[in-house]
């Protein structure tokens, strides 16, 4: 049987500049170390500043070419790399599992999902259109210029996805700027590389030019001031922290920016919601993969009146997680960053100090962190507002739809909220009211599917992805103005 390593060998040693492979010695070589049982599962070369521009010549040279093949061709192209992930859903889902102790279902999940957003970006791109405006439409001007609006790429890209989504937050940016006719260089995350250069060389094996997708592996704290800041850069797409987010914006000058950062997703919960469904969605919102999800629902905002009998309910059904392997299938999982768990537990102590009630978990070994739920927080508490990416959820009791709008908006967060309730119209004046990206009625915060506009407000993030937005967004108007010089027909008739 094939192991993880076995997968990963091919592409641990070496590693490809403009295309070519090349040997990375000891002494560039990170380990890649997977936190289900602290074992080396691979390599990834760290880039040199050197071969960092070697990289960006290849994509600008490659741009042009890649750009002047027909969208038909890039489009089948994508929707071969579509059935090449797919087809190989196990057994990148199997590396993804151990690099990032992602449960062994979901990670094969997230390669097929990939699959299918790769392929309904191929289709989308192809209905694009552009737009024609004659001079006329606008005050005094007469009929004798025709606008040609039409959309065209913005050149090299740089995407970086986080640990949480290696393969489908990868995807999810490659996929819509490759269709657009732009080159993609990909810096994946330390934690997750390995995953990432598999998924690339299927996109090779297909036919993809490796010119035109190329991936720089190293660290983000080493190598990304260099890469967001370099010339060679028409687009950075970023999904990651809010502060890492904020650095690199600060850094990278005019260069459009598209960034899906941190979240604190509330989940309001008022007197007349059915209280079973809105426990298991919380719980499931809460705890799916160890709550390192950015939609993840990070506090919940319940009306005092109903708050004991949700509070029951939750807890009995975070009391039935599964917590452990990741290869069996375990909802909660050692945490990818040791200090996300501390961080957490932390965080839970201090408020428990300070008068919150632990309801549930609140232990940790190592990484692993017990589902925790902790009642009676208040807003002078730090986990109250702090996104912990960890499996915890406090509970913040409130008296009124107002006061859960006031504190839902209290946060530097704006990506999601969810409401329950069966006031519908209820829903409606809450959901217009909190300053977030989507207001989820009556379900748990998340970003599926993946065709929808998905974005977040304040610190989370800039721009709008999706399908259809990610395509906009690698994108710009370009217009062809037609001067007429022949007379207007109809007027001398
Ligand atoms: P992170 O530490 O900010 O890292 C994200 C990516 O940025 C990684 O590839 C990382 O590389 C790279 N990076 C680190 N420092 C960099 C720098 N100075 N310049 C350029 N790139 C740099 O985030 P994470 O821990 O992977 O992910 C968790 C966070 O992402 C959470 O806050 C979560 O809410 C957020 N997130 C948001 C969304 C969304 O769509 N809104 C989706 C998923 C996750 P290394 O791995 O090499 O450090
Ligand atoms: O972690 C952030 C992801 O974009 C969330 O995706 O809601 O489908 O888990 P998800």
Redesign the pocket.
Known sequence: MMTVTDATAGVTSRYRVAGGWRESDDTRTLPVISPVDESTIGGVHEYTRDEIDEVFVAAHRAQPRWAARPLTERSELLHRFADRLAENADAIGDVLMMEVAKAGKDARDEVVRSADYVRHTAEDAKRIIGDTQFSDSFPGQARNKLAVVHRVPLGTVLAIP?F??PV??AVSKIAPALVTGNTVVLKPPSQGALSALLMCELAYDVGVPPEVLQVVTGRGSRIGDYLVQHPGVDLITF?GSSGTGADLARKAGMVPLLL?LGGKDPAIVLADADLDAAASDIVSGAF??SG?????VKRVLVVDTVADELVARIAERTAKLSVGDPRENATITPLVDPEAATGAERMVNEAVAAGAVLVHGGTRTGRLLQPTVVDHVTEAMELAWVEPFAPVLPVLRIRSAAEAVRIGNRSEYGLQAAVFTRDIDMAIQIAARLDVGTVQVNGR????P?HFP?LGTKASGMGTQGVRPSIEAMTRVKSLVVNLRAPDLGASA
Do not use: I, K
Request: glycine share 4%; aromatic share 16%.
């Open positions: 986080p949480n989504y489908n937050l999904t899906e799916s993969y390192q999800r950015c939609t993840a915060t998340a970003r599926g993946d998905f």
